[in-house]
């Protein structure tokens, strides 16, 4: 066969795997006509390979058993809510036929539905089965599964989890499959050939109408000996200085035209804990864009210096750029843990005594805006799968003339206490009641819909002893600090 041929009879192969995983046609045997197989009226059912094989180490295998979620027919759509955080996540599956509400405690944070799917773990051989139970997130990477299938999904990649979200969408476009399982925890098995049994939990098949067949795959899993490869140290070298003569100024309709525009608020602090030294007190931050379009920042870099002007752009409900505003300036932030543009203004992090007063100041005053967090995906403007969802993709590097730097409607920018100089020092500070005040948009150059709400205080107590500093933080409704690193 030549390779003309060999292509064009891969194609044909690929078409008819296609169909069969969205039960169009059952697989096809060389030579012979396809047969039809019932329709299902269930809105998904799961897909795996017949062999997996993993590489694990000491005991651990990492694996997502090649695992997917098929929606048949149409698409397979949650929307998550909570009316406050004194609230339990409420989710319903939007059918075809009208909101279906899930079960009581399915979601119990926005990283997915919770115990969807169980493993039954059995070695080759004989031996006591091993039964682990999963968190399945319905946003997971995608791929179009029928060629008839629509081009594109709109639906999030991934299911981000701050702990102050506040809705989140998860969903499979119809004749897409999804991948089901994550590989962030690993299986207990050490090498061998193992039986595994994937079923979704009966109270879900149950609701969803997923017959037992649909309901339920077998793999074969072959875990190997694999030994960790050493990395490099992760610190690189920034690139060489470029001098080069940075880009124009915007030109054209200059100021704000009325219209959609961004609305940030800040989240309450979280991950809220101390130092090892007792010295510093460390936290997590998010500041999100509930309003109805992005914010977008543009950096336009200022001849022979590691400096850009930086300007607010407007748009339309159709997405036309109305006017620009200048907001600033971006700077080049050289630290090991930084390496990249930083805006000014974006938001100030302090710490208030009880009468709130300022008691400190953090050092981090600019920032790499990046879309990090999904905080209410149900918002009307919200943006369900933005471009840029991570650092890389938004803060350029040192030769950068120009960047933009972008945070979508109903998404959230998060910083976590690895980033240098956040933590604010309280060794000297007495034991009492403080608030960690984070604030957006402090110096009012950006232009949003309110700044009423551009305010969000945590209460903390400091106490114990000198060298034996305590911090307690108190819930906020049914949100526990305890779970992202806080301390009792």
């Known amino acids: 066969m030549n390779r003309s041929a060999r292509t064009a009879a891969a194609l044909v192969s690929l078409a008819l795997a296609a169909a069969?995983?969205?039960?169009?046609?059952?697989?096809?045997?060389?030579?012979?006509?396809?047969?039809?197989?019932?329709?299902?009226?269930?809105?998904?059912?799961?897909?795996?390979?017949?062999?997996?094989?993993?590489?694990?180490?000491?005991?651990?295998?990492?694996?997502?058993?090649?695992?997917?979620?098929?929606?048949t027919g149409a698409p397979l759509e949650l929307w998550s809510q909570r009316t406050s955080y004194a609230e339990p996540i409420r989710t319903v599956w939007r059918s075809p036929a009208g909101d279906v509400a899930l079960p009581a405690g399915s979601m119990r944070d926005f990283s997915g539905l919770q115990d969807f799917l169980r493993l039954t773990i059995t070695p080759r051989g004989g031996g006591d089965p091993i039964t682990v139970q999963r968190k399945v997130c319905l946003s997971g990477w995608s791929e179009r599964v029928d060629p008839a299938a629509s081009a594109t999904s709109p639906y999030p990649s991934g299911c981000w989890n701050n702990p102050f979200s506040l809705g989140s969408v998860q969903g499979?476009?119809?004749?897409?499959?999804?991948?089901?399982?994550?590989?962030?925890?690993?299986?207990?098995?050490?090498?061998?050939?193992?039986?595994?049994?994937?079923?979704?939990?009966?109270?879900?098949?149950?609701?969803?109408?997923?017959?037992?067949?649909?309901?339920?795959?077998?793999?074969?899993?072959?875990?190997?000996?694999?030994?960790?490869?050493?990395?490099?140290?992760?610190?690189?070298?920034?690139?060489?200085?470029?001098?080069?003569?940075?880009?124009?100024?915007?030109?054209?309709?200059?100021?704000?035209?009325?219209?959609?525009?961004?609305?940030?608020?800040?989240?309450?602090?979280?991950?809220?804990?101390?130092?090892?030294?007792?010295?510093?007190?460390?936290?997590?931050?998010?500041?999100?864009?509930?309003?109805?379009?992005?914010?977008?920042?543009?950096?336009?870099?200022?001849?022979?210096?590691?400096?850009?002007?930086?300007?607010?752009?407007?748009?339309?409900?159709?997405?036309?750029?109305?006017?620009?505003?200048?907001?600033?300036?971006?700077?080049?932030d050289a630290k090991p843990s930084h390496q990249h543009w930083h805006f000014e203004d974006f938001a100030r992090y302090s710490l208030l005594r009880a009468d709130k007063t300022e008691a400190a100041v953090s050092k981090k005053e600019a920032f790499c805006l990046a879309n990090t967090d999904a905080v209410d995906l149900t918002i009307p403007d919200a943006a369900w799968k933005p471009e840029n969802t991570?650092?890389?993709?938004?803060?350029?590097?040192?030769?950068?003339?120009?960047?933009?730097?972008?945070l979508a409607a109903g998404w959230g920018d998060t910083y976590t206490q690895f980033r240098a100089g956040q933590s604010f020092r309280v060794d000297t500070l007495p034991n009492g009641v403080y608030y960690v005040a984070?604030?957006?948009?402090?110096?009012?150059?950006?232009?949003?819909?309110?700044?009423?709400?551009?305010?969000?205080?945590?209460?903390?107590?400091?106490?114990?002893?000198?060298?034996?500093?305590?911090?307690?933080?108190?819930?906020?409704?049914?949100?526990?600090?305890?779970?992202?690193?806080?301390?009792?």
């Open 172 to 332: 499979v476009q119809a004749g897409w499959a999804s991948l089901a399982l994550g590989t962030d925890r690993p299986l207990r098995l050490g090498p061998g050939t193992y039986r595994v049994q994937v079923s979704v939990a009966p109270r879900y098949a149950t609701l969803f109408g997923l017959t037992a067949a649909e309901a339920t795959r077998t793999v074969r899993l072959v875990v190997k000996e694999d030994e960790p490869v050493e990395g490099d140290d992760g610190k690189g070298v920034p690139p060489p200085h470029a001098d080069r003569a940075g880009a124009h100024a915007p030109t054209g309709p200059a100021g704000r035209v009325a219209g959609p525009v961004p609305d940030l608020r800040p989240l309450p602090a979280w991950g809220i804990s101390l130092s090892k030294s007792g010295k510093y007190l460390r936290f997590s931050a998010t500041v999100w864009n509930a309003g109805t379009s992005p914010l977008v920042v543009d950096g336009f870099r200022e001849p022979g210096k590691d400096e850009m002007t930086a300007y607010q752009y407007f748009f339309d409900a159709a997405g036309d750029q109305t006017g620009y505003q200048p907001v600033g300036h971006m700077h080049w």
């Open 390 to 406: 991570d650092l890389a993709t938004s803060c350029g590097d040192l030769t950068s003339l120009s960047i933009r730097e972008v």
């Open 438 to 488: 984070v604030q957006a948009n402090p110096a009012g150059n950006l232009a949003e819909a309110s700044t009423g709400n551009n305010l969000a205080l945590r209460k903390i107590r400091l106490g114990g002893t000198p060298g034996k500093r305590t911090v307690t933080v108190p819930d906020v409704g049914l949100i526990s600090d305890e779970k992202y690193g806080g301390t009792g």
């Open 20 to 71: 069969a995983l969205v039960g169009t046609t059952a697989p096809v045997e060389a030579g012979s006509a396809p047969r039809a197989e019932r329709a299902t009226t269930a809105p998904f059912r799961l897909w795996a390979p017949r062999t997996v094989e993993t590489y694990g180490y000491r005991n651990r295998a990492w694996t997502d058993l090649g695992l997917r979620v098929i929606a």
